[in-house]
């Protein structure tokens, strides 16, 4: 689907790696254009659950190298989540979510502590 090569599992690893976040990067540009091209919001319970993976991936540990990545594409998944969720008619939702996406772009300068996938992360 996203034109990748097939790998190994690798259970023993928690939070991010390159690959990882290449495959973030990768899959929020598939549900842009997916959005783009199809809209009605078909896909925003895909992509909500994605940021919520996302989150908690946050939590198990980042790379200090790869911070910045990571929060840059959160914060393209969560404006991404609130737009779909705007066209839908879930506005509360969708400004919550827009306050996340911001809230990941200041992320990358401080420590990780304290990131939390609720109440910051509402999906419902």
Not at 17 to 38: C, M, Q
Not at 106 to 114: N, Q
């Amino acid at each position: 689907m996203l034109g990748g090569t097939a790998r190994a599992l690798n259970h023993d690893h928690k939070g991010f790696n390159v690959d990882a976040v290449t495959a973030l990067e990768e899959v929020t540009s598939f549900f842009t254009h997916a959005d783009a091209s199809k809209g009605c919001g078909l896909y925003r319970s895909a992509i909500v659950a994605q940021l919520d993976e996302v989150a908690r991936r946050i939590q198990d540990g980042l790379p200090p190298k790869l911070k910045t990545r990571v929060f840059a594409a959160t914060a393209g998944l969560a404006a991404l989540a609130g737009w779909v969720s705007h066209d839908a008619g879930r506005y509360g939702i969708a400004q919550r979510l827009w306050t996340y996406g911001t809230y990941a772009l200041t992320r990358p300068a401080s420590a990780t502590a304290g990131w939390s996938s609720s109440p910051a992360c509402p999906t419902r």
